[in-house]
């Protein structure tokens, strides 16, 4: 069965310095790998995903995941943080290839980015 | 176009009530999913639905129940509603029809039902 650790249950940054939000996964066979964020009372909303190519994949709002399989990792990276970032992320895995749409997600980290 | 719609926002309910949670995807999706998210449990998979067909269940009890109708909206139902069933209900849709996923196959989100139970 797949599965997603975000270790860090909150992240600070100052507005303007480089943020990361970590994510490991565990899959058997090739991954695909989202990021989603949700602001209060809302939805989740798609930031980027990787499913093959290039390692670094660049998403919305000018965020981006670095994929590593070696270390099995998926992390969300900002080089500029905003204020209106602050928000809850999370990471989610898929096996591929599969019968399902399924999306496994880690429990979540909030990022608060401060003036 | 129009995202992912879900009615009612908002719902409370009282233990052992049934409940009906509506959700319309994002036109041309066929492929619905249902997830619960609590601040406990975080989210977890409830069902899949393609063209009408359940495809796959999460680790619910058999009250939870969801159906897919042809014009692609999808309705769960829980009956006998526990203090432990609240939580945001959100649906994705995506473009998958089945088979190896495309990288096409993205899920898109409501804005979620958030379901009170006392």
């Known amino acids: 069965a797949q599965s997603v650790a975000q270790p860090e249950d909150q992240v600070k940054v100052a507005e303007g310095n480089p943020l990361t939000v970590k994510c490991t996964y565990s899959?058997?066979?090739?991954?695909?790998l989202f990021w989603y964020v949700q602001y209060p009372n809302r939805g989740l909303q798609f930031l980027l995903k990787?499913?093959?190519?290039?390692?670094l994949v660049k998403g919305s709002y000018g965020f981006e995941a670095e994929f590593n399989k070696s270390q099995t990792s998926f992390h969300l990276k900002k080089p500029s943080a905003l204020v209106s970032d602050s928000a809850l992320y999370f990471c989610?895995?898929?096996?591929?290839?599969?019968?399902?749409?399924?999306?496994?997600f880690g429990k979540g980290t909030m990022l608060l980015v401060s003036p | 176009k129009a995202g992912v719609t879900q009615t009612p926002r908002y719902l409370i309910k009282t233990r052992g009530q049934q409940v009906t949670l509506s959700c319309s995807p994002i036109s041309g999706h066929r492929s619905v999913s249902w997830y619960q998210q609590t601040p406990g449990q975080g989210l977890q998979f409830l069902f899949e639905?393609?063209?009408?067909?359940?495809?796959n269940k999460g680790n619910f009890p058999g009250r939870f129940s969801g159906r897919q109708f042809s014009n692609s909206r999808s309705e769960m139902n829980v009956s006998t509603l526990e203090l432990g069933d609240s939580a945001l209900y959100l649906c994705?849709?995506?473009?998958?029809?089945?088979?190896?996923?495309?990288?096409?196959?993205?899920?898109?989100f409501g804005p979620g039902t958030r379901l009170t139970v006392l």
């Open positions: 990787y499913i093959t190519g290039d390692n």
């Open positions: 899959v058997s066979g090739n991954p695909y």
């Open positions: 994705a849709s995506s473009l998958w029809a089945g088979g190896p996923t495309p990288k096409t196959d993205t899920q898109y």
């Open positions: 989610a895995v898929r096996p591929s290839p599969t019968g399902y749409s399924t999306l496994t």
């Open positions: 639905y393609f063209s009408e067909t359940q495809r």
